[in-house]
């Protein structure tokens, strides 16, 4: 069974359709790039997954949690959406640390808070993960005295203490400075060599080309184009694909 099944996803806001009909898989330990022009619908699309927006019609599966547009009511809706977030890290391009938190306690909240972890056990994979993406130093720290690229690892780390199945990331290097790219991307392709899923939306082309498994190309709100990405990035079979990579590479 794949990792997320999305089937004929719709999102209208007011007069305008940021997604039209869009189905696609990601398998499990997959990395999926989504990549095209500004305003495609590529953010929308990720909060669709994880219930931060709710979309109008169609059907996301995630494991065995599936959220779709019926008849079900509110009730039942609340109580999938909440199944959903559990099963689901997301990490921002603006990191969302609480900045009156030190890095230590902005990664065990959520693990005591939704989980009902003891304090104890929170702490100790919270210091684990910190470590993992090279923060061992600055536990103790505020989110104000962090680098970008620190704070995103630090967020990353944090989304990773609720163990959850799949990583999404909404451009998670938009905000840094170039210098620091390369650290938040290290963090990604080790979870990759890892077997995390992880969809990303990114403006990195050299990252999608290196190392997803699979490229999806949005267009106007439109799924144009999923394939490997040598065949995205080498021979692309719809023309608004290769308009959009020589605008750009």
Known sequence: ????????????????????????????????????PSGCGKSTLLRCLNGLELFDRGRVRLGQITLEMNDNGQRELQTQLRHLREEVGMVFQSFNLFPHLTVLENAVLAPMVVKKQARSVAEEK????????????????????????????????????MEPKV??????????????????????????DEGMTQVVVTH??????????????????????????????????????????????
Not at 138 to 155: E, I, K, T, V
Not at 225 to 234: G, K, L, N, Q, W
Request: hydrophobic share 45%; no cysteine.
């Open 204 to 249: 990195e082309m050299r990252f999608a080309r290196e190392v997803a498994d699979k490229v999806l190309v949005l267009h106007d709100g439109e799924l144009i184009e999923a394939d490997a990405p040598e065949v995205i990035f080498s021979a692309p079979k719809d023309e608004r694909t290769r308009a959009f990579l020589q605008s750009i590479l």
């Open 126 to 161: 919270a210091r684990a993960l910190l470590a993992k993406v090279g923060l061992r130093e600055r536990m103790d720290y505020y989110p104000s005295q962090l680098s970008g690229g620190q704070q995103q690892r630090a967020a990353i780390a944090r989304a990773l203490t």
């Open 1 to 36: 069974m794949s990792a997320i099944s999305v089937s004929h996803l719709g999102k209208r806001f007011d007069d305008h359709e940021a997604l039209r009909d869009i189905s696609f898989d990601v398998e499990v330990s997959e990395l999926t790039a989504i990549i095209g």
């Open 167 to 192: 990583m999404l990331y909404d451009e998670p290097t938009s905000a840094l400075d170039p210098s620091l790219v390369g650290e938040v991307l290290g963090i990604m392709r080790q979870l990759d």
